[in-house]
């Protein structure tokens, strides 16, 4: 006869297979590829950054990529570098996202999307209290009501072409892991970022029937123009609590963001940190993945005993930080 530790182990498998098969019935929206050869995909804060490099890699995939920006002539340079990368030929739309005509009117002229990602961000980090609360309002116009704007734009013609063509369209948005968590000194930035996800997660719910697919971004630091601006002004406890998540390459997110909205990830994490911050925040979030789900359901008691001593962490080096003044 077996014994009963011998059967134990054998129920271990046979439960995660159980749990498995569950979650492969439960994971929705359904699973989906979201094509982008021949496409048109546009990218708005395309002309710098995470933008201008997934505007490189979308043209070399055989998409139409049309970049929007405020400034014509950083979107003439960006297009002239897209240009000799991929000897894809770009359209540019000049167009202030906080402006929601300017943002009609581009894309009335841009034509009907695919794939539209909304990338455009600004970031300026500093205490509440000393943040003038006009720089508060600059990113949450542009990096909440841009968005709002371009999708509120954008959405009719995708509908329809999604419905000529049969094919996925795909909505992404690019928060920040500031929108997973708070730190020191972006209370306004993680604010516009956080707001992004309760707009996504309704967005999904609406758009589904159309087969239009949403997808959230959570870079870490990534090194940009935008990066070295903020760094010199930022406080300094924000630099040593946030300091100690990895900075990536625009390239390299541009590459996973890509990679994950043509998966159609409900969230996409960019590195190995990110992926830790996923399945701590999982929450109430769409999941189209079996595998994914089952890694967060084992994973969430563990990832919370985690994130306990990440605040233990933040919490002691505020103190520290304090006591030292
Ligand atoms: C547009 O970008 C160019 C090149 O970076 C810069 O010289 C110019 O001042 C910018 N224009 C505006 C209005 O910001």
């Known amino acids: 006869m077996a014994s009963p530790f011998l059967l134990f182990l054998l129920l271990i498998p046979l439960c995660l297979l159980v749990l498995f098969l569950a979650l492969s019935f439960l994971a929705r929206p359904k699973s989906v590829r979201i094509p982008i050869k021949n496409r048109h995909v546009l990218i708005t804060g395309g002309s710098s950054g995470i933008g201008l490099a997934l505007a490189k890699a979308a043209a070399s995939q055989g998409a139409h990529v049309s970049i929007l920006a405020r400034n014509l002539t ?35 002229e841009a034509g009907p999307v695919d794939v539209l990602v909304c990338n455009q961000g600004v970031f300026v980090p500093m205490e509440l209290e000393k943040q003038d609360l006009e720089e508060a309002k600059f990113m949450i116009d542009v990096n909440l009501m841009g968005t709002f704007h371009l999708i509120k734009a954008a959405l009719p013609g995708m509908k329809s072409r999604a419905k000529e063509t049969g094919l996925p369209a795909s909505i992404a948005i690019m928060s920040s892991q500031a929108g997973q968590v708070g730190i020191y000194g972006y209370t306004a930035y993680s604010a516009s970022k956080f707001a992004l996800r309760g707009l996504a997660e309704s967005l999904q719910q609406e758009v589904i029937a159309h087969n239009i697919h949403v997808s959230m971004i959570f870079p870490p630091d990534t090194a940009t123009p935008g990066l070295a601006e903020e760094q010199k002004k930022r406080p300094e406890l924000t630099t040593i609590i946030a300091g100690s998540s990895g900075e990536m390459k625009a390239e390299d997110v541009a590459k996973k963001a890509l990679d994950g909205l043509k998966e159609g990830q409900f969230i996409i994490p960019c590195n190995f940190d990110g992926t830790m911050l996923a399945i701590a925040t999982a929450g109430l979030s769409p999941q189209r993945s079996a595998v994914t789900a089952l890694v967060e359901v084992l994973g969430a008691g563990f990832m919370r005993f985690v994130a306990i001593g990440f605040q233990w962490n933040w919490y002691s080096t505020i103190q520290n930080w304090h006591a030292k003044r």
């Open 74 to 108: 950083r979107l003439e340079e960006a297009r002239e570098e897209i240009k000799l990368a991929t000897g894809h030929m770009a359209r540019v739309l000049v167009a202030d996202v906080r402006d929601p005509q300017a943002v009609a009117q581009a894309l009335e």
